[in-house]
């Protein structure tokens, strides 16, 4: 029996792990990093609701507000939808295989930019950064004392940045990534996942935390609200919401 895994990283990749840390220790660069960008092989869909709590260094009090993320995963595409706030809203999507993740607001939601001033990236969404050109492999690293990984440093063209990555030697799932600009020697944005849950056989990461200088986000999903599953035989999970003004 083949135990499906959905990991959600603010963010949800999804696949079997049908190899474990021996084999993939033992993997070549590129193809490990083939395997952590792994397409799903079964259509499966989440919906989730929680909280999104931001602080910035010079500003009082915590800005927080709630988020809503909701995706359906096929074997060949993903497709999303991500709210903040209930009031701004947008499409997210990505094909099997490519790196780039197109994103769309939602007309009707209000003005401003709360993604962006959070620090939230589209690409964040879709582990995008996976898909950058691999540079070489350092030095393998545990995370938090217990989760052995190998460590990348990947290529951003596009951004003008690089990406150092930590892909759990087990499952070659990214846990932790750093951005760096071009030029420079310090990350300007981290991102680390953890509080892995299950639910109806499925996995997904519950806590995503992101930060620069100056300001740093914490998201927390709802475990007892959650809901993830095989996608039915309908072919439709009703992920997208509706906004208030709609």
């Not at 959600?8 to 474990?20: E, I």
């Not at 260094?57 to 096929?74: A, K, N, Q, S, T």
């Not at 197109?102 to 962006?116: E, T």
């Not at 030697?169 to 020697?185: S, V």
Request: positive net charge; contains cysteine.
């Amino acid at each position: 029996m083949i135990r499906r895994r959905v990991f959600l990283l603010l963010v949800l990749s999804v696949g079997a792990f049908a190899s474990g840390a021996p084999a993939n220790a033992e993997l070549p660069m590129r193809d490990f990093l083939l395997r952590s960008r792994r397409s799903n092989p079964i259509a499966t869909y989440a919906r989730l609701d929680g909280s999104l709590q931001h602080r910035r260094r010079g500003r009082d009090g915590i800005v927080e507000m709630p988020i809503y993320f909701g995706v359906i995963l096929h074997p060949d595409r993903t497709v999303g939808q991500l709210i903040l706030d209930g009031n701004e809203a947008y499409l997210l999507g990505q094909g099997k295989g490519v790196g780039v993740t197109s994103i769309s607001r939602m007309s009707g939601g209000a003005p401003g930019d709360k993604l962006g001033y959070v620090g939230v990236r589209a690409g964040d969404l879709m582990l995008s950064f996976l898909f950058c050109q691999p540079l070489r492999e350092l030095e393998g690293e545990t995370l938090r004392g217990i989760v052995p990984c190998r460590v990348f440093e990947l290529d951003d063209p596009s951004n003008k940045e690089t990406v150092k990555v930590w892909i759990s030697r087990e499952h070659a799932f990214p846990l932790r990534a750093e951005f760096t600009r071009y030029g420079e020697n310090t990350p300007f944005r981290e991102l680390e996942a953890g509080a892995l849950t299950k639910k109806n056989d499925l996995y997904y990461i519950r806590q995503i935390r992101l930060s620069g200088p100056g300001w740093s986000t914490r998201i927390d999903f709802d475990a007892d609200r959650a809901e993830i599953a095989p996608l039915p035989a309908s072919g439709s999970a009703r992920i997208f919401r509706k906004l208030p003004s709609q």
